[in-house]
C-alpha cells in the first residue's frame, strides 16, 4: 500500500462518508433549537406559533429531506463520473457542500427555515453521489484488486471497511460537536449545521494533487499514457506494464458486454433470488431502525428518563463504542465471512429493539431500566455497524456478474434511501401513536432480515460468481 494511495482513498472518505455520518446523526442535538427557530419564524410571519403536530412534521421533513437529495444523488453519479471521471464527479460534488453550508449557516440570520431544508436535501445530493455512489475511495483503489472473487472486485482493504468506519467517525464527530462546552447552545445551531464545509473544502483542496482513478483513464477514456502515469504514482513502482494488461483484458471484456437496466434485471429470472436478496438487505438496513437512533438519540434518551443533562454525554458515549464495533466488523469481516456478521448483527439489533420497548414499559417501577434503554441502544449501535453497515454493498457485488453489477446497485441504493427517508419521517409520528411498542416493528424487522439471509443467502466469502449463482440456483 503506498503512500498516495492511502492519502487518496483517506481523503475521499473524509470528504465523503465522513460527511454521510456527520449529516446523519447532525440534526439530533440541536433539534430543539431548531424546532425553537422554526416556531419563532412562523409567528413572525403570521402571527401565531406553529402547532406540535405541524410543527413535528415540518421538523421531521428537515430531518428526512435528506434522504430523497441522497436518493437523487446515486442515480446522477454514473452521469457526473461519465463526464467528469472521479476526481471531477468529488470536487463538482464538494461544492455543492458549499453551497449547503452557506444555506444552513445564515438561516437563523435571514428568518428563513426554508433554507435549512434546502441546505439539508443538497446534503443528501452529495452523500448519495460520493458515499453510496461509484466516485467513492475504491475506483482510486483499483490497481490493487485482486480476483479471489472471480469477477475482479477485492479491494485490499475489505471492502466497504474504510467508508464503514469514516461513516462512524462522521456520527461520533456530530455527536462530539453538540455536546453544550462546545457547538450545542441555541446560538451556535447554524454553524454546528455548516461544518460540514471544513472537510469539504479540504478535499477540493487537495484531490486535485492526485492522479484520477488509472481504471477510469485506461477503460473510460483509453488515456493509456495517463493511466500508466496515475499507476506509476499510486503503485509506486516503474513496472507497470502486467496491470496495464489487465486492465486492457476488462476493457476488451466489457466492450463485448451488453450491460443490463434495472427493468432488465427484475425481470431476469435467472437471478431473481440474487435480486430479491439485494432488496431485502438494503431495506432491512434502513428499517432496522438504525436511522430512528442516528436521528432522534436524545429524544429516545428522553423518553427513556435519562437526565437532559446526561443525555449529550450518553450520546456521545454510544458514538465511541460504535467506532470501536465498526473497527472490529472491519478487521474480522474477512475471517469470519459476510454471512455470520450480517446474522448476528441483525439478531442483536431485533433482542435490543425489543429490550428497549421492555425497559420503556417497567421504567415507571424500575428506575433502573433507563440503563437498559441505554445499552440496549449502544447494542443496536454495535450489532449495526459489526455487520449489516458494510456487508449488503459487498453482497450485492458478489452476487452479480459485471453485466447485472449497475443495475443491482441502483435497486440496492433506491431502496436504502427511500428506507432511510421513510424512517426519518415517520418515527416521530410512530413514537407519539405507538409509544413503546413502537420499537417492536423494528424488532419485527431485524429478526425477518437475519431468517432470510439465515435460510437464503450463502457464505459469498472467496466463492467466484458462478459458484454463488449455482448455490442459488
Known sequence: ?????????????????????????????????????????WSQRYGHGLAPGPLTLLYALTVSIFALGGLLGSLLVGVLVEHYGRNGALSRSALLVLLASGCMGFSRELGSPEMVIIGRSITGLHSGGCCLGCAQPPPHGSVLYSHSQGDGEGFIFPTGSVEGIFICLGVFSAQVLGLPELLGKDRFWPLFLSVVVV????????????????????IERNDVCGATKALHRFLGTPDVQDVIEEMKEEQRSLSSMEMVSVWQLLRDRSVRWQTLSVA????????????????????????????????PYTTMGTGAIE?????????????????????????????????????????ATLPWMRYVSVACVVGIIAGFCMGPAGVPFLMTAELFMQSHRPAAYIVGGSLNW???????????????????????????????????????????????FMEISHIFA
Not at 201 to 206: G, K, N, P, V
Not at 282 to 293: R, V
Open 323 to 363: 467506532v470501536v464495533a465498526g473497527l472490529i466488523g472491519c478487521f474480522t469481516i474477512e475471517r469470519v465471512g459476510r454471512r455470520p456478521l450480517i446474522i448476528v448483527g441483525f439478531c442483536a439489533m431485533g433482542v435490543c429493539s425489543a429490550g428497549i420497548t421492555i425497559s420503556l414499559l417497567l421504567q
Open 280 to 311: 431485502v438487505v438494503n431495506a432491512g438496513m434502513q428499517l432496522s431502525g438504525i436511522d430512528a437512533i442516528w436521528f432522534y438519540t436524545n429524544t429516545i434518551f428522553e423518553n427513556a428518563g435519562i437526565a437532559v443533562s446526561q443525555i
Open 199 to 218: 472537510p469539504a473544502s479540504l478535499q477540493l483542496l487537495l484531490l486535485h494533487c492526485f492522479p484520477e482513478s488509472p481504471r477510469y483513464l485506461l
Open 1 to 41: 500500500l503506498t503512500f498516495s494511495l492511502l492519502s487518496v482513498t483517506l481523503l475521499v472518505s473524509f470528504g465523503s462518508s465522513m460527511l454521510y455520518g456527520y449529516n446523519l446523526a447532525v440534526v439530533n442535538s440541536p433539534a430543539e433549537h431548531i424546532k425553537a427557530f422554526y416556531n419563532a419564524t
Open 418 to 464: 427511500l428506507c432511510n427517508f421513510t424512517v426519518g419521517f415517520i418515527f416521530p409520528f410512530l413514537q407519539m401513536s405507538a409509544g413503546a411498542f413502537c420499537y417492536l416493528v423494528f424488532c419485527g424487522v431485524c429478526l425477518l432480515v437475519a431468517l432470510y439471509v439465515y435460510l437464503v443467502i450463502p457464505e459469498t466469502k472467496n466463492k467466484t
